[in-house]
């Protein structure tokens, strides 16, 4: 299985807005949910957000109002548009499907500071 490749994260000031980019390839990223989760240091991956094939999507609560996920199911790319960015969002990001392949991509740094 091919791991899916993310993009887009660096560092902001709380408030700020990023857009993170996650490439994927074969089968089963074309029809699955796909996801992203984050992790932090000591800790599991969490979820944060599914979205379908057909363009349902779902957060975790403490995302929720402040991140749009979408897809483009023809180029097998997902993105997360993060607004309003809080210190505690601070993590590495990584897409998979939902539910999680095991076959991770390298993440993505985000870092808020105050």
């Known amino acids: 299985q091919v791991q899916p490749v993310e993009s887009g994260g660096g560092w902001v000031q709380a408030g700020g807005s990023l857009t993170l980019s996650c490439a994927t390839s074969g089968p089963l990223f074309s029809y699955m949910p796909m996801a992203w989760y984050r992790q932090t240091p000591g800790n599991e991956r969490a979820w944060v957000s599914t979205?379908?094939?057909?363009?349902?999507?779902f957060y975790a609560d403490s995302v929720k109002g402040r991140f749009t996920a979408s897809r483009e199911t023809a180029k097998n790319t997902v993105s997360l548009r993060m607004d309003n960015l809080k210190p505690e969002d601070t993590a590495v990001y990584y897409c998979?499907?939902?539910?999680?392949?095991?076959?991770w991509g390298q993440g993505t740094q985000v870092t808020v500071s105050l």
């Open positions: 998979n499907t939902f539910p999680a392949q095991n076959s």
């Open positions: 979205i379908t094939y057909n363009g349902e999507k």
